[in-house]
C-alpha cells in the first residue's frame, strides 16, 4: 500500500513558477515508477509527466515539454515536478500516482497507475 499526499500548488502569474512535491508513505517508493496527471474543469484527466522508479528515465507530454521537469529523491520517498513559464491553460488539479515497476516504463496511460494523491489545485493568472 502507498499513501500519496501532493502539496506545493496555488495561484500564480502566466510566466511564473511553482514546484510540486508528492510524499509517499511506505518503504518501497523506489519500487514505484511515479507520474503527474492533471485534470482541468471540464475535461479528461491527462498525463503530464512520469519518471523511472530509478529516476534514470522521463517522459513529458508535449504541451509540457522543455516547461515542466519531473525529478524524484529516493531517499526522501518524494517526486516532484517543477513548473516553469507557466501558461493559463497549465490550470488544473494535478495529482501524482504511482505505478509498480513490473515493466520497465512508466506508462502514459491512467490505468496503468495503482495509486493516486487528492491532488493540488494549480491556477494560473493572466
Known amino acids: 500500500q502507498v499513501q500519496l499526499v501532493e502539496s506545493g500548488g496555488g495561484l500564480v502569474q502566466a510566466g511564473g513558477s511553482l514546484r510540486l512535491s508528492c510524499a509517499a508513505s511506505?518503504?518501497?517508493?523506489?519500487?514505484?515508477?511515479m507520474g503527474w496527471f492533471r485534470q482541468a474543469p471540464g475535461k479528461e484527466r491527462e498525463f503530464v509527466a512520469a519518471i523511472t522508479w530509478s529516476g534514470g528515465s522521463t517522459l513529458y507530454a508535449d504541451s509540457v515539454k522543455g516547461r515542466f521537469t519531473i525529478s524524484r529523491d529516493n531517499a526522501k520517498n518524494t517526486v516532484y515536478l517543477q513548473m516553469n513559464s507557466l501558461k493559463t491553460e497549465d490550470t488544473a488539479v494535478y495529482y501524482c500516482?504511482?505505478?509498480?515497476?513490473?515493466?520497465?516504463?512508466?506508462?502514459?496511460?491512467?490505468?496503468?497507475?495503482?495509486?493516486w494523491g487528492q491532488g493540488t489545485q494549480v491556477t494560473v493568472s493572466s
Open positions: 511506505g518503504r518501497t517508493f523506489s519500487r514505484y515508477h
Open positions: 500516482a504511482a505505478q509498480y515497476y513490473s515493466d520497465r516504463y512508466p506508462s502514459r496511460e491512467i490505468s496503468g497507475y495503482d495509486y
